[in-house]
C-alpha cells in the first residue's frame, strides 16, 4: 500500500504510543533479526581491530565494504519487510524520471499493520537502524581528528550506506511526501505547549 501523501497522522518511530498488550514481545524472525544485526555489527567490529591491531589495510577495506554491501541489500529488502512492514525503493518511469517509493504493509481485516509486527523485533530493527550510522559519523570525526585519511573512504561508505537505509525507513514510517523538518517542529512545538500549559496549571 503506498502511503498517502495527505496522511498528518503522527507517528511514533519506535512505537512507543502504541497499545503493547495487543503486540507479541517474542521475535518471529530469529534468522531476520540476527542478519539485520549481523552485518552492520561486524563491519564495525572489523574496522574497529584492524585499526587497533594494525591489519592490511587492502583486506580490512575489503572486508569492510562486502558487509557494509551486505548489510545495505538485507537491510533494504528483507528484515524491514518482515520486521516493521515497511519497504522502499527506487524506479525509473518511460520516460525516464526516477521515483522514490516508499511502502508500508497493508492492514488485513481487523488486524492493524502494527499488530502483526512483533514488538521486540520492531525495538531490535529500529535501534540497530540508528545506532550504527550514528558510530559511523563517530568514526568519520575521529579518522579526521587523527588524520588516518587513508580510513576516510571506508568510514564515509558506512556512513552513506547506512544512512540511506535510515533515511528510506524513516521516510517510510512518517510518511512518504512528508516533510520531515515539518515533523520534527511539530512535535518541539505540541512539546512546548504541553510544558506552558503544565507550568500555567501548576500557578
Given at each position: 500500500m503506498?502511503?498517502?501523501p495527505n496522511d498528518?497522522?503522527?507517528?511514533?518511530?519506535?512505537?512507543?504510543?502504541?497499545?503493547?498488550?495487543?503486540?507479541?514481545?517474542?521475535?518471529?524472525h530469529p534468522l531476520a533479526s540476527f542478519f539485520h544485526l549481523?552485518?552492520?555489527?561486524?563491519?564495525i567490529l572489523v574496522y574497529l581491530l584492524c585499526g587497533s591491531f594494525g591489519g592490511s589495510f587492502?583486506?580490512?577495506?575489503?572486508?569492510?565494504?562486502?558487509?557494509?554491501?551486505?548489510?545495505?541489500?538485507?537491510?533494504?529488502?528483507?528484515t524491514g519487510r518482515l520486521m516493521v512492514g515497511l519497504r522502499w525503493w527506487n524506479q525509473v518511469d518511460d520516460?525516464?524520471?526516477?521515483?522514490?517509493?516508499f511502502e508500508s504493509r497493508k492492514a488485513t481485516g481487523t488486524q492493524s499493520s502494527a499488530s502483526r509486527t512483533s514488538?521486540?523485533?520492531?525495538?531490535?530493527?529500529?535501534?540497530?537502524?540508528?545506532?550504527?550510522?550514528?558510530?559511523?559519523?563517530?568514526?568519520a570525526f575521529s579518522t579526521l581528528i587523527s588524520f588516518k585519511i587513508k580510513w576516510l573512504a571506508v568510514v564515509i561508505m558506512g556512513v552513506v550506506l547506512q544512512g540511506a537505509n535510515l533515511y528510506g525507513y524513516v521516510r517510510c514510517k512518517v510518511g512518504a511526501r512528508t516533510n520531515l523538518?515539518?515533523?520534527?517542529?511539530?512535535?518541539?512545538?505540541?512539546?512546548?505547549?504541553?510544558?506552558?500549559?503544565?507550568?500555567?496549571?501548576e500557578s
Open positions: 503506498r502511503l498517502d498528518d497522522e503522527d507517528v511514533s518511530l519506535f512505537d512507543a504510543e502504541e497499545d503493547s498488550a495487543t503486540r507479541k514481545s517474542k521475535i518471529k549481523f552485518f552492520r555489527i561486524s563491519a587492502i583486506a580490512c577495506m575489503v572486508t569492510i565494504i562486502l558487509l557494509l554491501s551486505c548489510d545495505f541489500w538485507t537491510v533494504k529488502n528483507i520516460d525516464g524520471k526516477s521515483h522514490w517509493v514488538n521486540a523485533e520492531s525495538r531490535i530493527f529500529w535501534l540497530g537502524l540508528v545506532i550504527c550510522p550514528v558510530i559511523w559519523v563517530v568514526f523538518k515539518n515533523v520534527a517542529t511539530n512535535y518541539f512545538g505540541r512539546q512546548f505547549l504541553k510544558q506552558a500549559f503544565t507550568k500555567q496549571e
